[in-house]
């Protein structure tokens, strides 16, 4: 079985620091005055686009500011400040272990080439038996047709943004789960979870070491890989 696991929000938690990572990325620059004020500012921008209706990075490059620097900046010192999900690691081990393949499967961030440098940085960095990053112009069908041709089916995709999932067209082959994310969950509507749990293979989970379980369960059906 291929579990292929998102990134923000799934194994990693780099949102509580969005905030300090914002006011020491403007402290680059001397000339702007209340850097805390518009950290706290630009950290509720942020969040405001991490919801399912402007989840798509050609917002941030039409709304945000232009200054490429500051957004890079930004992104560094999240990354420095990020630290994983209690139990990522260990799910990712014991799920290896198993025989499984275990791949990231996010999207890019708005600054070209910076998921691949977070992931690089981060304490999974050589944890993952491949790693595919969407956007950009390659679609969620494009990654996940790429994943099959590569490392075959089934796929259980693991994410705590889950308004992804129906973005995807050929649902075939594929596993859904929410990750319950607490600082993202609050972002699903009630409409939202109601087209959700009317797809096939939905699962929804708090802990995410829960996916060992689940992966465990579908073993019967899909057999150990």
């Known amino acids: 079985m291929i579990i292929a696991f998102d990134f923000d929000g799934t194994l990693i938690d780099s949102y509580y620091c969005i905030e300090e990572a914002f006011y020491r990325a403007l ?9 805390r004020a518009l950290a706290k500012a630009l950290t509720k921008i942020e969040l405001y686009f991490e919801r399912p209706r402007f989840g798509r990075h050609r917002f941030h490059r039409e709304i945000y500011f232009t200054n490429s620097r500051l957004w890079r900046r930004w992104l560094e010192e999240r990354a420095s400040m990020s630290k994983p999900i209690d139990g990522a690691q260990e799910i990712i081990l014991r799920l290896r ?6 791949i990231s499967f996010s999207a890019e961030d708005f600054v070209p080439g910076m998921k691949a440098y977070r992931i690089e940085r981060s304490p999974f960095k050589d944890m993952f038996d491949g790693i595919i990053i969407f956007g950009r112009g ?5 990654a996940i047709r790429g994943v099959k041709e590569r490392y075959g089916t089934p796929i259980v995709w693991v994410d705590d943004k889950p308004w992804r999932f129906l973005r995807l067209r050929d649902r075939s082959g594929v596993i859904f789960v929410w990750y319950k994310f607490e600082r993202t969950k609050d972002f699903v509507s009630k409409l939202l979870l109601n087209k959700l749990r009317s797809l096939n293979s939905f699962y929804e989970i708090n802990d995410i070491r829960k996916v060992f379980d689940i992966v465990k369960s579908l073993e019967g059906k899909y057999g150990d890989i």
């Open 27 to 35: 402290m680059d620059y001397r000339i702007i005055p209340f850097k």
């Open 97 to 102: 272990e198993r025989g499984h393949k275990v």
């Open 138 to 142: 390659v679609s969620v069908d494009d």
